[in-house]
C-alpha cells in the first residue's frame, strides 16, 4: 500500500510548492481545500485545478465560512481594506487561528484515511509576521494531534510536514520550478480579481520571489 498524504492546498504558490514536494518525495496525494469565507472564491478555484493537474482521485472541500462571522481580519471582514504597504508586527491579513484549525481538521482527514503525513505551506522566513507560522508552533500542533488522535495513542503518528519553513519566497520557487508546479494556475492575490493586483502584501512578496529567482512568474497582473 503506498503512503499518503494530506496537503493543506490554498491555490496559492506555497501550498501548490507543497504538493509538488509530497508527490516527489513518493506520497499518494491528497488534498484538502478550506473555504474560510474568504474575501473570493479564485484561491478555491485555483486549488481544483492544482488538484486536477496532479490527478487525485480525492479532494476535499470543506466550508469553514463561520470565520467570516467572526471576523478579525482583512481577508474575511470587507469592512477591513486589504494593506498594500508592508505593517509592522503582525498585519490585519492575520486570521485568528486559521492554521490551527486548518491543521487540526487535516489531521482528522489524515486520521481517517490513514494517511501519515500532513503537508503545509508555512515559512517562518516570509511569513509576514504571522504567530501561527511558527517553528514553535508547528511543533506544538505535532504533539497535540498525536495527543489527541486515536492515530497517536495507538503509534501511528501523523507528522507535520513544513518543507518551505526554512525557506525564502526566492529558495520555495527555485524549489518548486526544480519539481515543475504549475504556477501558472496558482494565484497569491488577497484581491481575488481574475489578474493579480501586483499592490497587496503578498502580490509584492511573490513578484519579489520570482525576480530573485531569476524566473517570470506565469500568472497576469493588472501593473
Given amino acids: 500500500m503506498n ?7 490554498s491555490g496559492g504558490l506555497d501550498s501548490t510548492t507543497c504538493m509538488g514536494i509530497a508527490k516527489a518525495e513518493g506520497y499518494d496525494l491528497y488534498p484538502i481545500t478550506f473555504h474560510y469565507g474568504q474575501r473570493h472564491n479564485r484561491e478555491v ?3 481544483i485545478e492544482v488538484g486536477k493537474y496532479y490527478g487525485v482521485a480525492d479532494h476535499r472541500i470543506v466550508d469553514l465560512t463561520f470565520l467570516k462571522d467572526i471576523g478579525g481580519s482583512a481577508l474575511t471582514d470587507e469592512k477591513v481594506e486589504v494593506p498594500t504597504e508592508a505593517e509592522e508586527g503582525i498585519p490585519v491579513t492575520y486570521v485568528p487561528a486559521r492554521n490551527m484549525i486548518f491543521l487540526s481538521l ?11 503525513a500532513v503537508y503545509t505551506g508555512v515559512s517562518a522566513v516570509d511569513y ?3 504567530p501561527d507560522c511558527r517553528p514553535e508552533f508547528i511543533q506544538s500542533m505535532e504533539e497535540t494531534i498525536n495527543l489527541a488522535t486515536k492515530a497517536g ?5 501523523i507528522s507535520v510536514e513544513t518543507p518551505l519553513i526554512s525557506l525564502s519566497k526566492k529558495e520555495t520557487i527555485e524549489k518548486g520550478l526544480s519539481l515543475e508546479v504549475p504556477y501558472d ?10 489578474a493579480a493586483c501586483g499592490q497587496c502584501d503578498s502580490c509584492v512578496l511573490r513578484l519579489k ?11 497576469t497582473y493588472e501593473i
Fill in 185 to 194: 494556475l496558482t494565484t497569491s492575490c488577497y484581491n481575488g480579481k481574475e
Fill in 128 to 130: 509576514s509576521g504571522y
Fill in 3 to 9: 503512503k499518503k498524504a494530506v496537503i493543506v492546498l
Fill in 209 to 219: 520571489g520570482f525576480k530573485e529567482a531569476g524566473a517570470i512568474d506565469p500568472i
Fill in 106 to 116: 487535516a489531521s482528522a482527514y489524515a486520521e481517517v484515511i490513514g494517511a501519515t
Fill in 45 to 47: 478555484e485555483q486549488a
Fill in 153 to 157: 495513542v495507538t503509534g501511528k503518528n
